[in-house]
């Protein structure tokens, strides 16, 4: 069966370290795929998009790469803020309609 | 910034009793979209609707659920019997150029939490 899987366990890292976010899947061969933060009651917000033929893709503190033959990508916060504390959520894109298939999240907490 | 809206942002309501969810895509989106979210679980995918059309939707999205664009800019969700089961928030988003070729990304709306009592 299709899976996305991010790393369930909470995240906790201290200000200013890098902190690594994994997201794997299986039975998927996506065109795209998209990372999003969510905030606490409130809905996602798109960060960075990576495409199939992309190995890596930056914004900012932000860095994504996307590993076609292990199907797993890795979100990249560097110099972490207390202000990056949320739920970041990967994304599939399949098919032609514009679905997207979310993991279930990964919490960070960045301390002070 | 343009902005995807939703109203209500809560929304409680008996079993058996119809609801809608309205929303405002960002106006010069083509692709609009429904997904839900039960407390602690993933963001689930309820439909996608382009060109006046539902051009995919979930196993979720049974006959209890509708879509509308009624006018140039709401985008509705009818839930005919709600059951206990769909209490969730419920988010809209809309995108430029749904999943084709140059595919971007999805604007959300905060969401519609939808408590069946």
């Known amino acids: 069966s299709q899976k996305i899987e991010q790393n369930s366990e909470a995240l906790n890292i201290q200000e200013g370290k890098t902190a690594t976010l994994t997201c794997n899947y299986t039975?998927?061969?996506?065109?795209?795929l998209q990372w999003y933060r969510q905030d606490p009651g409130r809905g996602p917000v798109f960060l960075l998009l990576?495409?199939?033929?992309?190995k890596e893709k930056r914004k900012e503190r932000l860095k994504v790469t996307f590993d076609t033959t292990l199907k797993q990508s890795l979100f990249h916060i560097t110099a972490s803020q207390p202000a990056d504390s949320a739920t970041y959520l990967c994304?599939?894109?399949?098919?032609?309609?514009?679905?997207?298939?979310f993991g279930q999240g990964t919490t960070l907490q960045v301390k002070p | 910034e343009p902005e995807v809206t939703q109203t209500p942002s809560h929304q409680v309501t008996q079993m058996g009793q119809e609801v809608i969810l309205r929303c405002v895509p960002i106006?010069?989106?083509?692709?609009f979209y429904w997904y839900r979210q039960i407390l602690g679980q993933k963001v689930e995918f309820l439909v996608s609707?382009?060109?006046?059309?539902?051009?995919?939707k979930s196993e979720i999205f049974d006959d209890q659920f509708s879509v509308e664009r009624p006018d140039g800019s709401n985008f509705t969700l009818k839930i005919r019997s709600t059951k206990l089961e769909d209490s969730a928030m419920y988010f809209c988003?809309?995108?430029?150029?749904?999943?084709?070729?140059?595919?971007?990304?999805?604007?959300f709306g905060p969401g519609t939490r939808l408590t069946v009592l």
């Open positions: 609707f382009y060109n006046n059309e539902i051009s995919e």
């Open positions: 990576i495409r199939e033929n992309e």
């Open positions: 988003a809309s995108d430029q150029k749904g999943g084709g070729v140059g595919y971007n990304e999805q604007f």
């Open positions: 106006s010069n989106h083509l692709y």
């Open positions: 994304a599939l894109t399949s098919g032609n309609t514009g679905k997207l298939i």
């Open positions: 039975n998927y061969s996506p065109a795209y």
